[in-house]
């Protein structure tokens, strides 16, 4: 929920005409603006080269202290290209790594950008949940049997629901085989501020760690962090920093101030802020689980892939209202001025921020417990399978540059390779990923997650009734 909630509550952005505050809100930015310094202001520090006599080098030191990690570099451009630059720093054309199947989007361009072979983890689902898990050190371990060729590993901790695996236990496993571990910890950018939530990437033996800051802090958006524990690993980041074309000449020092101020804010009051946005979490899980139709998990539902939960996140069942999460989702908006997370078929999901407390969850709740109460539906949640992975033709490099291609319809196309990468939400995976083969498997999942109300990112018809494939 987070600042969005805030924001909606006092009708910043929603309301008809000029909302309140906005000539405030102008004042504030005037007066930021001052401070937004290009690279014409060397003095400053630079993006491209590390200076500990520049204020941004004094800012990357704190930085650094704060969370306890050998260095740090700053993003004003999302963790999206940090998660590109970490993977190409730590591999070589032509490698071969190890990466979840539901990685984010960023990792399939760096696969693309450095000619990357890619062996995929398919993800672990709760089918009772709802919602894909975490990867075992069981898991990895068999992956680099098979694969005993693999430089690098790509891990996402947490996932979007808050479940978080035993990193730990796989970070061990890799360093005794002196293979690299680089985790995408989006959403645990808080976790080392307040004992009640899931150990923070950076405390385990993780070569490299990337946050969105502006996720769960109070800094900007695309305001992100790379956190190195591993020393050799800075100079090769630098250099996809200057020539990689990743990084804007003009990155924002606005962006680099609300990250400082965003850590210090943590560092000084973060336990303080958290602690009563998990109590207003705790609440609401509680709450919740006494709404008929409605229910939610925690710690209870522990099991391989889902080593322990982040509090913070919600995730609310509405499969017994007889309702699809999206339904219930685009009532809270319509009918409430809530907007949630996110929705899939089963589930909508509430995000607890620093800002979050009693005063504003109680709204949500006494919205749920409406809904409840006045709805029963008649949708059949969906059991789908995910499909077995495609084999993999060419690698996606290749598939990105092979030419010609054509449009089949969907029954034309099986058998051949797929010129698309194609995600399903839900589950939030790549179902098809370019260069693999198009499987009447993967088309009848695809053409169900449509066909149930999902949305399909990548498949160039919005339809979903043809595909591109690649001509032979």
């Known amino acids: 929920m987070g600042r969005g909630f805030t924001l909606l509550e006092q009708g910043l952005w929603f309301e008809p005409g000029l909302p309140k505050g906005y000539l405030q809100m102008l ?46 570099w700053p993003s004003t451009n999302g963790t999206s290209i940090l998660n590109i630059m970490a993977l190409m720093s730590c591999t070589h054309p032509g490698d071969s790594v190890l990466l979840q199947r539901d990685s984010h989007v960023s990792v399939y361009s760096a696969i693309v950008h450095h000619n990357l072979e890619p ?22 371990e068999a992956a680099l049997n098979e694969h005993p060729d693999i430089k690098a590993v790509f891990l996402t901790y947490p996932n979007y629901y808050g479940v978080a695996t035993d990193l ?45 800051q502006h996720k769960t802090c109070s800094t900007l958006s695309q305001g992100s962090l790379a956190l190195f524990n591993e020393e050799s690993l800075i100079q090769p980041f ?29 560092e000084k009051q973060g ?49 017994g209202l007889g309702l699809s999460g999206f339904e219930v989702c685009e009532r809270l908006m319509r009918e409430f001025n809530i907007y949630p997370e996110l929705a899939t078929f089963q589930n909508v999901l509430l995000m607890f921020t620093l800002v979050d407390d009693l005063r504003v969850v109680r709204r949500v709740v006494q919205a749920l417990r409406r809904i409840a109460a006045d709805t029963r539906g008649h949708f059949q949640q969906p059991r789908l399978e995910l ?67 999902g949305s399909l990112k990548g498949a160039s018809d919005p339809q979903f009734g043809h595909i591109q494939v690649l001509e032979s």
């Open 168 to 212: 730990e236990a796989c970070a061990r496993l890799l360093h005794q085989r002196g293979i690299r571990l680089i985790v995408d910890s989006a959403h645990g950018a808080h976790y080392r501020f307040h004992p009640d939530l899931p150990l923070s990437a950076e405390q385990t033996s993780t070569a490299l760690i990337t946050q969105s």
């Open 387 to 453: 499909p077995p992975l495609p084999a993999m033709r060419l690698w996606p490099r290749a598939a990105l540059h092979h030419r010609p291609r054509r449009i089949l319809p969907l029954h034309q196309a099986i058998g051949q390779v797929s010129a698309e990468t194609i995600s399903a939400y839900p589950p939030g995976s790549a179902i098809i990923v370019g260069g693999e083969e198009v499987t009447a498997e993967v088309v009848e999942f695809l053409q169900a997650v449509k066909k149930l109300g």
């Open 238 to 266: 630098y250099e996809w920093a200057n020539l990689g074309g990743f990084v804007s000449t003009s990155f924002s020092f606005i962006i680099l101030q609300a990250l400082v101020l965003g850590v210090l804010q943590l």
């Open 271 to 319: 336990r303080t802020l958290l602690q009563n946005a998990l109590e207003a979490a705790y609440w609401a899980r509680e709450q919740v689980n006494q709404i008929p139709g409605l229910k939610t998990f925690g710690l209870e539902a522990v099991r391989p892939g889902f080593s322990t939960l982040d509090p913070l996140r919600v995730t609310v069942d509405v499969s």
């Open 27 to 72: 004042d504030d930015f005037e007066k930021i603006g001052r401070y937004d310094h290009s690279m014409s202001v060397l003095e400053l520090g630079s993006l491209f080269a590390y200076n500990p006599e520049t204020a941004l080098g004094r800012a990357q030191d704190y930085l650094a202290g704060v969370y306890g990690v050998k260095f740090v």
């Open 119 to 140: 062996v995929y983890l398919k993800p672990n689902y709760a089918t009772d949940l709802g919602l894909p898990l975490g990867v075992t050190s069981q898991d990895l």
